[in-house]
């Protein structure tokens, strides 16, 4: 530290040398004109007047008085230290005061050394109260106090016992300057170290404190500037010292500074601005959410933290303003403060946005001077509170109507296992079960006796913690009832099952529901048979089954005959009442061990568990699958199969008709015909059309040649669909002559199919599929236009006309669009209608009485020729040809061939040719292939033939020769 210094008496820089110039310095003084002469140092210590003097010893005298007010509240964590404080910097002044009085150098060199028990204390102790002060002190550990003692302590005894040696004082002088007298030092190199130590805890505690008052600066305004001046002031003094810069020369302003602090701090404490539970306290108050207030007795503010600035709206601390008026737009708080002087109550308060809940609390609090009683108020937010006491009471409530109201039974139960409380739910369940009530009652005893060992045993583990859910049946006056329940145990504060909660509720209308909707998907409504859904996993279980045990298993595919025809006469309703009485007599014609679902007393039971060995069921419509599970030998298969056809011999009596029904049944037996379900329903179904065709009534097994004809059919059938898409077909003309002069009076147009794939495929082959599959209608449009087009093309050539023969399948004429269908394509082609004769089959005019009917009269209308094909061949009577307007009667080939070996051949063609003459109709023999049966036919008086002796169907391109040959004629 850099001082002003005068140089010993003698110049000597020498510490030996101090004690010879101290008592020079006192003779020398003593001889000086108005000093009083001194005594030795150990007699008595002399003073002389100096106004220099009397300003550290009043601030010493003011920061005493503050240190024992400050030690009066030791209580609080800041009063010990901030009195140590204020001890240490007083002595520091007045022994500095007395330095400056004492009139011999001795004393003032004794009065210089206890300064320093003021000095070494000052800075450490100032960065205690700050840290006290700001909430710090647990930085001060033991150890830490102790390390930062040991520098101060070490500085003192240098300075209190060797003064001389140079560490601490290197060179003392007098300093007089006028009236005033004091010491001049040069420090050692070890006071340096100590000035930079006091200087760090003095910043510390400067920033420590400003960061503090920085945060409260509204409520602790007055504290902040009296602390902080006191503070500064000694501090910048003492920087000046120690740089070297001389504001009054000679003079060290250090201890005059320490004066504003005793006259700043002396003021504050006259005030009770500088209270240490407040000053501690402020970082508290100002951070907590709660509003605090202060407000003496008359009705003044003395402290407020900014909470309750927020809340109470207040744009600022106003001491000075009454507190009561500053709240005029809170009436309810001010009418409160008014009446009340201590209390708990709850208000209101309105903003300017939001509304608020606040609780208040008043307190009393007696003021600093203990004179009128202040009060505490507190304002703590409780909206949130409130809010979430109302949403748990509408929450209580709305629970309260949910256990009231909900159809589940919520009933507690003891640890005994009886019922103690429960929702009206669970008194309507007790109804059920023939009780009032179920209180008192032993949950086991209302369990079915079958279920009782089991949740008995779910009872048990849900008194040891476990929660459980079952299903059980229970007892009671009604028939027994199936619920859906469960036991949630309830644990204590230990841990431990203090009771159980149980759910409970009532299945038994939905398990009924279930069963009901289950047989709706597994069984047919009409009969009760299983129905295809559940033939189909019945069937793949039996297939296991058998395969695991390996055995053998049969299925009969079931379709009645003529069905449609019941349906179609006698009406749906009754066609249902035949299938009901079908399915009955199957029932009863497969043996009793056979049926599946038979139980004990012989009635069905729908059981998907139960492992029999054979199934009835109803796949749609009129057919009928039945499988036999467990046969020794194919024949067992048979012989179940005619005890079906037997059953059906007698008629089906409903209402007043009788209806005769007859089945075709296929058989496959596993493995040899199949070995997956879908497999042997496929070839079964084969089998029971081979059955049909072998005149129905019957059953056949199935064969692999089956098998082959059906894959044939299924093939032919996608390669139709190919060849009407890719124009594939053709249509060949075969001449239809005169049966006496055999010149050209027709053609018939005749479909011809070659498949890439197929090769030819005979119409006898592929119509039949055509029909069966829909396909004939676009086919038979096809060939109409096509004769008719190929018609016209050749009138406008400039031959002949002629009659143009095109067969009409039965199936279109069922077709509503038939007449409109043949006009556009008339219209199409300018084909003349006269030209044009459609030949239909015996089939046709049988199938659909009166829709054939009118479908041929409006062909007849339209000038359009009719002939009937094949006849003989069906059932046709002279009734039905009267009804019709035909032009020609065709003979089918299969009496022709013959006409010449066969005399009852010759006998009905020429009945048929006399027949059709008698109604005025012309007849057409078909087959014609030798000179012989020409010549028959000529004598019988035939009008018409066709055939191989002639020509074959032949393609346009050749059938012009023909028209050539006619021409040139």
Request: one cysteine or more; charged letters at 20%; glycine letters at 8%.
């Amino acid at each position: 530290m850099a001082v002003v210094a005068l140089q010993c008496p003698r110049g000597s820089t020498d510490t030996r040398d101090w004690p010879i110039a101290i008592r020079g310095l006192a003779r020398r003084q003593a001889k000086t004109p108005g000093c009083t002469r001194g005594t030795a140092l150990d007699t008595f210590i002399q003073f002389h007047w100096s106004g220099y003097g009397v300003p550290p010893l009043v601030t010493g005298v003011v920061l005493a008085a503050m240190a024992v007010y400050s030690w009066r509240h030791r209580a609080t964590s800041i009063g010990a230290p901030f009195a140590i404080l204020l001890s240490a910097i007083s002595i520091w002044v007045v022994a500095y005061g007395l330095e400056i009085l004492a009139a011999d150098p001795g004393p003032m060199i004794v009065f210089a050394k206890i300064q320093y028990l003021g000095i070494v204390l000052t800075a450490p102790m100032a960065l205690v109260v700050a840290l006290f002060a700001t909430g710090r002190s647990h930085w001060l550990t033991p150890g830490r106090l102790a390390a930062g003692a040991l520098l101060p302590l070490a500085t003192f005894l240098l300075a209190a016992t060797n003064e001389l040696h140079g560490l601490i004082w290197a060179q003392v002088a007098l300093n007089a300057n006028g009236p005033f007298r004091a010491l001049s030092i040069i420090h050692g190199p070890a006071y340096f170290g100590f000035v930079v130590y006091s200087n760090l805890c003095i910043a510390l505690a400067t920033i420590l404190l400003l960061v503090k008052y920085a945060r409260a600066w509204h409520s602790y305004r007055s504290e902040a500037i009296l602390v902080l001046t006191g503070f500064a002031a000694p501090w910048v003094a003492n920087m000046l010292y120690v740089l070297g810069i001389e504001l009054v020369p000679n003079l060290d302003l250090t201890p005059f500074a320490l004066a504003v602090t005793g006259i700043t701090w002396g003021a504050g404490l006259k005030h009770g601005l500088l209270d240490v539970v407040r000053v501690a306290r402020s970082g508290v108050v100002d951070g907590m959410s709660d509003g605090i207030a202060v407000i003496d007795a008359r009705g003044r503010l003395i402290d407020v933290n900014a909470a309750a600035l927020r809340i109470l709206e207040l744009t600022a601390f106003k001491p000075e303003e009454p507190f009561i008026e500053a709240l005029a737009h809170h009436p309810q708080l001010v009418y409160l403060l008014s009446r009340q002087v201590s209390g708990r109550s709850e208000i209101t308060l309105q903003g300017e946005k939001t509304e608020a809940t606040y609780e208040l609390e008043l307190s009393p609090l007696a003021d600093y001077e203990e004179e009128a009683a202040s009060r505490v108020l507190v304002l703590r937010d409780v909206t949130e509170r409130e809010r979430a006491s109302a949403a748990l009471v509408q929450s209580e409530i709305r629970h309260r109507m949910l256990f009231e109201s909900v159809p589940i039974c919520i009933a507690e139960l003891d640890l005994a296992g009886r019922f103690v409380t429960m929702n009206p739910a669970g008194l309507r369940i007790a109804q059920m079960l023939g009780l009032e009530d179920l209180v008192g009652h032993s949950y086991l005893s209302l369990v079915a006796v079958s279920d009782r060992q089991r949740i008995g045993a779910l009872l048990g583990r849900a008194l040891a913690g476990e929660a459980c859910e079952f299903e059980v049946s229970s007892i009671g006056d009604e028939a027994a009832r199936e619920f859906a329940a469960s036991f949630i145990p309830v644990l204590g504060d230990d841990g431990t099952v203090i009771r159980l909660i149980s759910h409970c509720q009532d299945l038994t209308e939905r398990k009924r529901a279930e069963e009901r909707i289950r047989s709706l998907a597994f069984y047919d409504a009409l009969t009760g048979l299983p129905n295809r859904q559940r033939f189909q996993t019945q069937l793949q279980r039996m297939l296991q089954s058998a395969q695991h045990g390996g055995r053998l298993l049969a299925l009969l595919f079931i379709d009645l005959d003529g069905f449609k025809r019941i349906n179609d006469s006698l009406g749906h309703s009754t066609g249902d009442r035949v299938l009901c009485e079908v399915a009955a007599r199957f029932e009863q014609s497969i043996r009793f061990t056979d049926f599946i679902g038979r139980g004990s007393d012989g009635q069905r039971s729908h059981s998907e568990d139960a492992e029999l060995p054979t199934e009835l069921s109803r796949l749609g419509g009129d057919e009928f699958t039945v499988v036999l599970s467990d046969i020794s030998h194919p024949l067992d298969a048979s012989r179940v199969a005619r005890r079906i056809l037997g059953a059906l011999k007698e008629p089906v009596g409903i209402d007043q008709h009788e209806v005769f029904i007859s089945a075709s049944i296929g058989i496959v037996i596993y493995p040899e015909d199949g070995d997956c379900a879908e497999t042997l329903l496929q070839n079964a179904d084969a089998a029971m059309y081979d059955a049909k065709k072998r005149g129905r009534n019957n059953y056949q097994f199935y064969t692999k040649s089956m098998n082959a004809a059906g894959l044939r059919k299924l093939r032919i059938e996608n390669r139709l669909r190919r060849a009407l898409e890719s124009d594939a077909f053709s249509v060949y003309y075969q001449p239809v002559r005169d049966c006496h002069d055999t010149r050209l009076i027709g053609a018939e147009a005749l479909l011809r199919w070659r498949d890439p794939q197929l090769g030819q495929v005979s119409p006898e082959e592929f119509i039949p599929i055509a029909e069966e599959s829909g396909l004939i209608a676009p086919i038979g449009v096809w060939v109409l236009r096509t004769a008719c087009a190929q018609g016209e093309a050749w009138r406008r050539q400039g031959y002949r006309a002629f009659r143009m023969a095109v067969n009409l399948s039965a199936h279109q004429i069922r077709y509503a669009t038939l007449i409109e269908t043949v006009e556009q394509i008339l219209s199409d082609t300018g084909f003349s209608p006269g030209q044009l004769e459609l030949e239909i089959t015996e089939s046709a005019i049988m199938d659909d009485g009166d829709s054939s009917t009118s479908t041929i009269n409006r062909l007849s209308e339209l000038g359009i020729g009719l002939a009937l094909d094949d006849f003989g061949t069906g059932f046709s009577s002279l009734s039905h040809l009267r009804r019709f307007p035909l032009d020609h009667v065709k003979i089918d080939r299969s009496f022709v061939g013959d006409i010449t070996e066969s005399a009852d051949d010759r006998s009905l063609t020429a009945a048929i040719i006399a027949m059709a003459h008698g109604l005025r109709l012309a007849v057409v023999a078909e087959g014609v292939e030798t000179r012989a049966q020409l010549e028959i036919l000529r004598e019988q008086g035939c009008d018409e033939v066709q055939g191989y002796l002639f020509s074959p169907a032949v393609p346009a391109s050749e059938f012009v020769r023909f028209l050539e040959r006619e021409k040139s004629e």
